[in-house]
């Protein structure tokens, strides 16, 4: 049973980068597409980035050029980071999986429980 | 980037009564959209992809309907579980999309 746990400081001071871990265990990380996906305090999902076990990856245009998303296989993890960020960065952060390998289809099957991150001095 | 309309916002049933979601896409998305389920401190799940197909381990009581701009997801009958808070979500458009949610409430 594969399972992903996300990692990462609860608090990020404003203008700060924010670094959060996604662990993968009970499976390759490898063949699967990974994403971040994040969800304001009591608002919707919005989908961050994706990465490949390749380490190629696609981001949401909307972050593009604060977000950096990487992928270590040896590890069995993936990580994002967040720079310049502010208090509407506030959020719980996902890590999640694609339903089938190979292919980047955006359903997002399996999930880590979640982590939250304040932004906040 | 494509906007889904999620209604109603609430929705309030009792068990074993029939639950009718409606998700409206700004532009159609063909049949490339999905359901998912979230309880309050959990992770949303998988319901439904591609318009009507249960993910794994998905209670028959769970369809889904629709096409091009218009797409339906029914609960047969409600279980006490299924009362929550139910997202639709498009991937036709890049970047994929969520809508904002309808609660269903007791």
């Known amino acids: 049973q594969v399972q992903l746990h996300e990692s990462g400081p609860g608090l990020v001071m404003p203008s700060e980068t924010l670094s959060l871990t996604c662990a993968v265990s009970?499976?390759?990380?490898?063949?699967?597409?990974w994403s971040w996906i994040r969800q304001p305090p009591g608002k919707g999902l919005e989908w961050i980035g994706s990465?490949?076990?390749?380490?190629?990856?696609k981001y949401n245009p909307s972050l593009k050029s604060r977000v950096t998303i990487s992928i270590d296989t040896s590890k069995n993890q993936f990580s994002l980071k967040l720079n310049s960020v502010t208090a509407a960065d506030t959020a719980v952060y996902y890590c999640?999986?694609?339903?089938?390998?190979?292919?980047?289809?955006?359903?997002?099957?399996?999930w880590g429980q979640g982590t939250m991150v304040t932004v906040s001095s | 980037e494509i906007v889904l309309t999620q209604s109603p916002a609430t929705l309030s049933l009792s068990p074993g009564e029939r639950a009718t979601l409606s998700c409206r896409a700004s532009?159609?998305?063909?049949?490339?959209l999905a359901w998912y389920q979230q309880k309050p401190g959990q992770a949303p799940r998988l319901l439904i992809y591609?318009?009507?197909n249960r993910a794994t381990g998905i209670p028959v009581r769970f369809s889904g309907s629709g096409s091009g701009t218009d797409f339906t997801l029914t609960i047969s009958s409600l279980e006490p579980d299924d009362f929550a808070v139910y997202y639709c979500?498009?991937?036709?458009?890049?970047?994929?999309?969520f809508g904002q949610g309808t609660k269903v409430e007791i």
């Open positions: 990465t490949y076990y390749t380490g190629s990856t």
């Open positions: 009970g499976g390759s990380i490898t063949y699967y597409y």
């Open positions: 999640a999986r694609d339903r089938v390998p190979y292919q980047l289809l955006y359903d997002f099957h399996m």
């Open positions: 591609d318009t009507s």
């Open positions: 979500q498009q991937r036709n458009d890049w970047p994929c999309s």
């Open positions: 532009q159609s998305v063909s049949s490339s």
